[in-house]
Nanobody, 125 residues
Framework: VQLQASGGGLVQTGDSLKFSCGAS????????MGWFRQAPGKEREFVAA???????FYLDSTKGRFTISRDNTLKTVYLQMNSLKPEDTAVYYC????????????????????WGQGTQVTVSS
């Protein structure tokens, strides 16, 4: 599976951005699709995930601001980010992994086999 993300940029606090990540190869509809981010000097962290069947998961600090969605026909996963804050500044990565019924596993990097290239988001104060 190859993943291609787009949508980063430089924005101001309170602005919105929407990421897209298109997949090729594999059976997209069966995968859990996730978004992770890595800020300078920090570990890559889970941001959001969308499991087949519709369950969604979010990092606590993004709940109510970020929305993950997917279009299985287009083989694309989206991350709508609203009310952006400077602490959201990071390189964002989309990822795909096998379905897991464990909500913990769904939030873990090791559950994802395929990664897109990162896309930078910088939120200025």
């Amino acid at each position: 599976v190859q993943l291609q993300a787009s949508g980063g940029g430089l924005v101001q606090t309170g602005d919105s951005l929407k990421f897209s990540c298109g997949a090729s190869g594999g059976t997209f509809s069966s995968y859990t699709m996730g978004w992770f981010r890595q800020a300078p000097g920090k570990e890559r962290e889970f941001v959001a995930a969308h499991r087949r069947g519709g369950s969604t998961f979010y990092l606590d600090s993004t709940k109510g601001r970020f929305t993950i969605s997917r279009d299985n026909t287009l083989k694309t996963v989206y991350l709508q980010m609203n009310s952006l804050k400077p602490e959201d500044t990071a390189v964002y990565y989309c990822a795909a992994g096998p379905f897991s019924s464990s909500s913990l596993a769904t939030r873990q990097r090791k559950n994802y086999n395929y990664w897109g290239q990162g896309t930078q988001v910088t939120v200025s104060s």
